[in-house]
């Protein structure tokens, strides 16, 4: 029924927009706009993306909204192939291109988030009203971003205050009980900004077939600028999360906090250089809450992350741009259980030196070259270096990437000693390494895009290998009879691959956007895939926007129609029982889409409005095992005003 429902109002406005397109253009523009929208993850620098010499994947607020997304995993499912979530008790579990959470670095302006207690990023905890991009780029980034940038960086862009005065607030209600209630309020005066943002979800969880507790969380954040002279400016930023899921079975809650605390001054001695210093710490917190709400709590578990930055960049002349800095990193974690007996709090620490050249000609050849040195506390010094190139066509963008990453053993994974509970059995105990060494990675990469008004296409093939793959092996511990699973420096890894990615528009009033990633992600030593990796995925979206109603040209009412598709092939995940054996299982291949309407409401002179409706897992796919969180169809609406 729902199909047929879906089918008849999609004909129908398609039908209407015949009419329309008469008297209306394209909303927006016919031109893709997003090609000269300005990106700066890929250099530290701004650039825009049809001319950055690193290639970079770029989600709009725009297309976040419209996709009626309500978290940045789901923006990034819904427009990037080769990203996949696998969700657990531990997490959200995203990977790309075969590899986890942990070789992906997830930045927040340019700020790395802290993994919490199973070393994912916690993405509820970021409001997707207050988002102005998502920048992704692919392979190794170790010379700008340091360990953990492997198999991708992901940098969420928030939004500035760009008028003296406005504000929004928006109510989005779905099944089981679901919402999401977000407002935003900012104000200039003179050379002084301000920013609120609040934001609060709640779910009552479901089992139909995936688990997912009852929850409700809410993040306040706040953001000052100060702008001194013309020379000087400042920013100071905090945020606070607060979430608390109930194990209704095991009559307890768990409440995660996090606090991030930021600033920066921006010192401008000329037009051709600038100078940033920033400092950011960021603190994720978990708290069990026993036998009954609010009865007692104990602080269970804890991770803090603190970076202070240095950076100059200087325009030496109008063909030569460099990027230095000095870095100092903070690391602790704390657990109750997890290094031993007692609560136990484990330290490291880095600093960094860094530079990167970007060099131009005349031909329409430029070249990014860059090193970073690394001094830890553990692991004493590593060298990263990378070079990228781009030659400009006419409308072509042909470009090549050489860069080496790595990723430094997790203080768990060096000090873990950790009893596994099931009930009152303790079947394995996972044990720490203090002998580990980091993980080492080289990606290479060549791309081909065109460029062109209504149409961007691109092409990448890319390689990328690692050594000294961190994981886990299976060992009896005859002395103290039991059975340990031990980290270990075991595997090596290739991912190799192939992204072709189209954006579209036609007819003017619609959109065409779509993916598809090829990643052969195999352990060198066993020849198996990497456990989880889908070796095919692709995204489509078909967007509609019309600037009138139906059959009412002079009323004034702009509307989109979205209709979003993801398919996978199937995933292998492997594991190895006490007698070596290994046990595959795969996922099956799957579909699943989402339709979304969007209207627009002008309601009194700087006051706005919208009201969106949407259907997810429009064909009802489900399947308990690894795939994303998704309960079957679900159907949603919000509403929305801003000015």
Known sequence: MCKKCFALVFFLSLVFSIRAQTVADFDGSEKLDSLNEVVVTGTLTNRTLKNTPVLTKLISGSDIYVSGATTALEALENFVPGVNFTPNAMGDNIQIAGLDNKYILILVDGERLVNERTENVNFSRLNTSDIKQIEIISGASSVLYGSNAIGAVINIITKDVAQPLQGSVRARYSDYNSYVFDASFGFKVKDFSSKTVFTAKNSDGYKSPYTLDPYSDYTISQ?????????????????????????????????????????????ASSDKNVLTFSGNSDKYEGHLIYKLRNDSSAYVNGSQYSTFRLVDAWDATENIQLVSGAEVNLEKTFSYNQFGNDPTEQNASNWNLFTQGEFKTETGLEALVGIRYTNHSQFGTYLSPKISLMYRLDNFRFRGNISNGYKVPTLKELYMNFPHKIGEDIPFYVIGNKDLVPEDSWYKAISAEYIANHLNASITVHDNVLQNRINTIQLRNEAQNRTELRYENVENAQITGVDVSVQWTFLKHFQLRTGYSFADAKDKDSGLQLSGNSKHTGTLNLLYKQRHLPFLPSINAPYSLSLLGRVMSPRRFYSTSESEEITDESTGSYYVGSFVYTQQLSLYKRLSGDIQFGINNLFNYTNKDYISNNPGRTCFASLGFKF
Do not use: P
Not at 239 to 258: A, I, M
């Open 223 to 267: 953001v000052f600028k100060y702008r001194f002279n013309n020379k000087l400016d400042a920013e100071l930023k905090g945020t606070y999360y607060n979430n608390e899921t109930w194990f209704l079975h095991k009559f307890q809650s768990r409440v995660d906090e996090d606090y991030t605390l930021g600033g920066k001054l921006r010192y």
